[in-house]
């Protein structure tokens, strides 16, 4: 049974008021709020467990690394890699997706080519601009239509022999669009030998992931926008090619010997987690999957789904609004303007008014936002503790804004 006061009485934060207003929490594709459980854990690894991982031969050392690769082993199972040592601990996606660009210098030259989409994330778009002025590799984007749909035609005529990697998210975290990552994981299986490296910070939180059944070279996802502390996240990557590819950080961990005459690196996964990580925050992490398997993967993408069904039929009732990508599939997001009516941000600072955060700007997508020749939008994003009554004050507080700056 689906009973969404006990969802909500496990996070402390929503009883607080913000401008004397309840707060009403719309921001989770930023961030997620934490639930206690989680909290609870990360506390009690800094009162209870405090000790460095793997390094340690007393107690309280040897705890604290059974809890880390417990978590571990929680992430394999939530994305059903083959192997724990695939999961590679992060401080989140734009980190992972960095290391990815970096390990993967040494297997492109001039011309060659890296194909990303105009969905991106900044996080998905500069490190492979940095990857293309080391090695004078070229890169190609897949455009959209007007409904934010990603033109696959256009990766068709894209791949090639040249191709090196494809890079995309599986969900867009400006408009909420699904992309079909399976039939553009087919198309480049069948056209290319190019890595594949999908982004799955907005995914994730949302719904069920099978790394195996996607058959991804590289995956990689934020704790922090699923219930888990900011600072933490998962690359995960098939065994073959982490092991043949060169570490990322050198340092603590990832070594196997380390002398003045040369260095040979450890195996999987700690070649590639150099230094202290975040040990409370990995450890919560997988807190955070407890939290979202007892609460059921379909639990939650029923819910939210129906919050976006919900948000936008009434939010099309209003007049002179715009849904972008309203046409599309899509999870967790509704990225709207009121046209003719000021900037994003005004709106957005009537509704903190109200207690209701949401997020406005260019999302670190300003590629979408310049396709589409707006400045950025208000977008409302769901988690699984947002109501249908939190949606009423939210178009309660868009009219509000239409009222106040008309």
């Given amino acids: 049974m689906f009973d969404i006061q006990e969802i909500r009485s496990q996070f402390t934060i929503l009883n607080r008021e913000v401008n004397g207003k309840p707060l009403v929490y719309l921001d989770n594709a930023a961030t997620s709020q934490k639930p206690d459980s989680v909290l609870k854990i990360w506390n009690d690894y800094y009162t209870e467990l405090n000790a460095n991982v793997h390094r340690g031969i007393h107690t309280l050392s040897q705890l604290a690394t059974e809890e880390m690769e417990l978590s571990r082993r929680k992430i394999q199972k939530f994305i059903n890699a083959e192997h724990d040592f695939e999961v590679i601990f992060t401080k989140g996606t734009t980190e992972g997706l960095n290391l990815i660009a970096y390990i993967l210098t040494q297997k492109l030259k001039k011309d060659d080519e890296i194909i990303i989409s105009y969905l991106e994330h900044h996080s998905n778009i500069v ?4 990857l293309c002025e080391r090695t004078g590799a070229k890169l190609r984007v897949i455009p959209i239509d007007e409904n934010g ?4 035609d256009y990766l068709d005529e894209f791949l090639s022999e040249k191709t090196k990697v494809v890079s995309v998210n599986q969900v ?3 408009l909420g669009i699904v992309n079909p990552i399976e039939e553009i994981i087919a198309k480049t ?3 290319s030998n190019a890595y594949i490296v999908i982004d799955g910070a907005q995914s994730a939180p949302h719904f069920e992931i099978d790394v195996q059944q996607m058959d991804c070279d590289f995956f990689v996802f934020s704790g922090h926008k699923m219930y888990a502390p900011m600072g933490t996240g998962i690359l995960y990557g098939k065994q073959e090619i982490l092991e043949e590819l060169p570490p990322f950080h050198g340092g603590g961990e990832m070594i196997a010997t380390c002398s003045f ?3 040979t690196y450890a195996g999987l996964p700690f070649k590639y987690e150099a230094g202290t990580p975040n040990v409370g925050g990995n450890i919560a992490l997988g807190a955070a999957v407890d939290f979202i398997e007892k609460t059921g993967r379909q639990n939650i993408q029923n819910h939210e789904n129906a919050l976006l069904e919900y948000a936008q039929r009434q939010l099309l009732e209003l007049e002179n609004i715009k849904i972008y990508g309203e046409k599309a599939k899509r999870t967790g997001v509704v990225s709207f303007n009121l046209e003719g009516v000021g900037i994003s941000s005004d709106v957005g600072m009537i509704l903190d008014k ?3 955060a949401v997020r ?4 670190c997508t300003q590629p979408i936002m310049d396709f589409f020749n707006i400045a950025g939008t208000v977008r409302a994003s769901f988690a699984v503790y947002n109501t249908f009554e939190e949606i009423d004050k939210l178009v309660e507080g868009v009219k509000k804004a239409q009222k106040m700056l008309g």
């Avoid at 490190?127 to 940095?130: A, G, S, T, V």
């Avoid at 406005?360 to 999302?363: F, R």
């Fill in 189 to 191: 299986r069948k056209n």
């Fill in 127 to 130: 490190p492979w601009q940095l």
């Fill in 261 to 263: 005459d040369g260095t």
């Fill in 172 to 174: 867009s975290n400006a």
């Fill in 360 to 363: 406005t700007g260019h999302h």
């Fill in 354 to 356: 109200m207690g209701i």
């Fill in 149 to 152: 749909i990603l033109q696959l």
